[in-house]
């Protein structure tokens, strides 16, 4: 039997992983840091924002696993069960940190 998986991942595949492991993570806390510095007092569309990056993080994970023989952050084959764990891990952090954020700016408006 042939092993399905590639030795060595295509450039998609890589980049796939930098944005979920590194360039979305970066960019949530880029705009939470923006949330902090402009105060808003209402919801503003950078809330909307921060939430499809969010979703864009749990997405581009499934795709990577689902489609391009993704790995574990250990160079190991992912399975379903490691994006569940992330998608509820990214999910939870990035609302904590949201709600977190916001009750900061309210305590400082």
Request: net charge positive; aromatic share 12%.
């Amino acid at each position: 039997m042939t092993d399905q998986r590639n030795s060595h991942p295509s450039a998609i595949g890589a980049l796939v992983r930098l944005y979920w492991m590194f360039g979305g993570t970066a960019l949530l806390l880029f705009i939470l840091v923006f949330l902090l510095h402009e105060h808003p007092n209402k919801l503003a569309p950078l809330d909307a924002v921060y939430f499809v990056v969010t979703a864009s993080l749990i997405l581009v994970r499934y795709i990577d696993i689902r489609f391009l023989n993704g790995e574990t952050g250990e160079g190991k084959p992912a399975t379903m069960i490691n994006w569940r764990r992330y998608a509820i891990l990214v999910g939870s952090v990035a609302v904590g940190a949201w709600m977190l954020a916001r009750m900061f700016t309210y305590v400082l408006k």
